[in-house]
């Protein structure tokens, strides 16, 4: 049984896109199914930067900072009181070393080792990963927006809030909500890219790694 962790999630961008139903379908291992909103499938990056990471009960001084990067695709899993909505993510990259040396042992999932540039103000955000062999790198720059602007997936903020707060079951790991907060009425919006192949919260987390026979696991974020 892998340990329970806490710390905090400093930053957190999500960026979605539609994905075909049939594609979906053949990348997502049964007794999961790829959630269908508004006729297309939602895929998806999450980018998160984790602060005060460590095993619960020791001092937040003695915790680990590290960017992270996850591929994700929100799912929908078998319960006993009938199907429930979740992320299964098939790839974890991180720049923290031991977050990467112990990943599904002490921390959650496997993870491969990336570079992040970040640049970052309260305005705007520049990120640029560098994975190894270049198998799933990421540029991404955005800028705050005043308001929300309709999309072909979430016609409403609200709708955006409630379709990732559904979410809340990872494969394969398990992390429990003791805050969450959607920024407001902003969106984040600009341009972004990835080769080859924004909900804000704080967070704590504990983990587990029996997928896919896993139990139904708790809200988390990736």
Same mark, same amino acid.
């Given at each position: 049984?892998?340990?329970?962790?806490?710390?905090?999630?400093?930053?957190?961008? +999500?960026?979605?896109? &539609? /994905?075909?139903?049939?594609?979906?379908?053949?990348?997502?291992?049964?007794?999961?199914?790829?959630?269908?909103?508004?006729?297309?499938?939602?895929?998806?990056? %999450?980018?998160?930067?984790?602060? @005060?990471? #460590?095993?619960?009960?020791?001092?937040?001084?003695? *915790? +680990?900072?590290?960017?992270?990067?996850?591929?994700?695709?929100?799912?929908?899993?078998?319960?006993? $009181?009938?199907?429930?909505?979740?992320?299964?993510?098939?790839?974890? $990259?991180?720049?923290?070393?031991?977050? !990467? +040396?112990? *990943?599904?042992?002490?921390?959650?999932? /496997?993870?491969?080792? =990336?570079?992040?540039?970040?640049?970052?103000?309260?305005?705007?955000?520049?990120?640029?990963?560098?994975?190894?062999?270049?198998?799933?790198?990421?540029?991404?720059?955005? &800028?705050? =927006?005043?308001?929300?602007?309709?999309?072909?997936?979430?016609?409403?903020?609200?709708?955006? %809030?409630?379709?990732? @707060?559904?979410? $809340?079951?990872?494969?394969?790991? !398990? +992390?429990?909500?003791?805050?969450?907060?959607?920024?407001?009425? @902003? &969106?984040?919006?600009?341009?972004? !890219? @990835?080769?080859?192949?924004?909900?804000?919260?704080?967070?704590?987390? #504990?983990? #587990?790694?029996?997928?896919?026979?896993?139990?139904?696991?708790?809200? *988390?974020? %990736?």
């Amino acid at each position: 049984m892998l340990p329970t962790l806490e710390g905090i999630i400093a930053r957190r961008v +999500l960026v979605n896109f &539609r /994905v075909d139903p049939d594609v979906a379908r053949r990348l997502v291992p049964a007794p999961l199914e790829p959630v269908v909103e508004r006729g297309a499938c939602v895929a998806g990056i %999450c980018l998160i930067r984790l602060e @005060r990471l #460590r095993p619960k009960g020791l001092p937040a001084a003695v *915790g +680990l900072a590290s960017e992270n990067m996850a591929h994700r695709i929100a799912i929908r899993y078998p319960t006993p $009181d009938g199907p429930s909505d979740g992320v299964f993510i098939w790839r974890r $990259d991180t720049d923290q070393a031991l977050v !990467s +040396l112990l *990943g599904g042992r002490l921390f959650p999932g /496997v993870h491969g080792k =990336a570079a992040f540039d970040v640049a970052e103000s309260d305005a705007s955000l520049a990120m640029a990963v560098s994975t190894e062999r270049g198998a799933a790198d990421v540029a991404l720059r955005v &800028r705050a =927006a005043g308001q929300w602007r309709p999309t072909p997936l979430f016609p409403t903020f609200d709708a955006v %809030c409630e379709f990732f @707060r559904r979410g $809340d079951c990872g494969f394969s790991c !398990s +992390l429990h909500t003791t805050g969450w907060k959607a920024c407001g009425s @902003r &969106r984040w919006s600009g341009r972004w !890219s @990835r080769s080859p192949s924004t909900t804000c919260a704080r967070r704590s987390t #504990r983990t #587990r790694r029996d997928f896919p026979r896993a139990a139904p696991c708790s809200t *988390g974020p %990736c």
